[in-house]
């Protein structure tokens, strides 16, 4: 009886760039039971750590695993809140400092439950998908991230 | 399967396991491969979803090390 | 001795065009302090009162007021919260359902900052800004809009 | 000036205030020019700043009849 829906792919190698994003909002557009969008980007830090400067962060992922999760964070708010649609996309690969690596987007009738699930949704990404960034100094040598 | 700082350890992202029958076998057969693990932080999870305690490691099942997650 | 500075203009006649947003978004590559962006779009609904739906939104204001009190707004913000920055733009003039009509960006460091200084501010222009919205249905007649 | 639904009410949005000297005053030149001014809710500002209560009107000012705040 139980039908094995494939998750919903959220993962893009590269950066996502400004110009997608556009052309996510503008397609809604045409759902005009919205009234209000609210965005997460997540942009990679040049950080300095003992002399030495993050050019860039690679992320890699058990991307199965993370899908199914991803599965069920999106089922959990969609529960919780009124949301009309939900879109996430992580990057892969490497990120350069300045770029966007991340984009939670989430759209509702009144702006409350958009702005909170959203504020969810970067959270449980954040705790519970199986992802990991690897911060390449400038130069040579890297660090491993540790979220929080 | 090794991902994150844990491939540090490893030297390598993917291993044929040995045929053992729970996760504390699994362990022990770990630390004595790559003695630095005992030091690593990480869960364990089989066929795509984390395992705590001692659990039962079904045959041809597909076992991640994972270090904690650092996404977003 | 204190100079009156101008305030900052943040009216813009018509929507607000998602690929103004973009530009914006992409502009902030260059700001590799910047690990979190959180943005809020208010979007003109097609509500149904009374067997009328809303077709636009025209929004008139108090524009000299209404900068000298968003100024205040984003003092209080800045000294609040470690922004790196904050932009906020506002339509004026009618705006059609599907339509964008405020784009609050907010930018820091960290999430955090980022996302509580971007509710507020949205929490803020919507009870203190001097602007007003009149639902224009199809066909003929108005109301005026009432926040909350 | 007046905002929004007092629009409605006055059919105007700039007149000319007689001189009055404070807001009790121009309260009572508004009902009596617009008597369905009584049953609408608003503020009053006097050159951009709300004021409650009775204020004094410098000469001059511009004062602005606002209802409640619709916008975003």
Not at chain 1, 7 to 33: E, L, M, R, Y
Not at chain 1, 58 to 85: G, Q, V
Not at chain 1, 89 to 101: D, F, Q, R, T, V
Not at chain 2, 28 to 50: E, V
Request: charged share 20%; with cysteine; net charge neutral.
């Amino acid at each position: 009886m139980s039908e094995q829906k494939k998750p919903k792919n959220i993962f893009t190698q590269g950066p996502v760039d400004p110009a997608f994003i556009a052309d996510s909002i503008a397609k809604h557009a045409t759902k005009t039971s919205i009234g209000g969008h609210s965005i997460f980007l997540g942009q990679v830090r040049a950080d300095v750590i003992e002399g030495k400067q993050v050019e860039a962060i690679e992320y890699t992922s058990h991307e199965a695993m993370a899908l199914e999760k991803m599965t069920e964070i999106r089922e959990a708010i969609f529960a919780k809140y009124p949301l009309t649609c939900m879109h996430v996309h992580h990057s892969l690969g490497a990120i350069k400092a300045g770029e966007i690596c991340l984009f939670v987007f989430t759209s509702s009738a009144h702006r409350k439950a958009a702005i909170d699930a959203c504020n969810e949704c970067v959270e449980r990404i954040k705790a519970e998908l199986p992802v990991w960034g690897k911060e390449i100094f400038q130069g040579e040598g890297y660090q491993w991230k540790v979220n929080q | 399967m090794y991902f994150g700082q844990l491939t540090d350890i490893t030297g390598c992202s993917t291993q044929r396991l040995p045929a053992v029958t729970d996760t504390d076998a699994l362990r022990q057969w770990l630390y004595a491969q790559y003695p630095a693990m005992r030091q690593a932080k990480f869960m364990i999870a089989i066929n795509n979803k984390l395992v705590s305690g001692n659990e039962a490691i079904p045959e041809g099942a597909q076992i991640a090390f994972m270090p904690p997650f650092s996404g977003g």
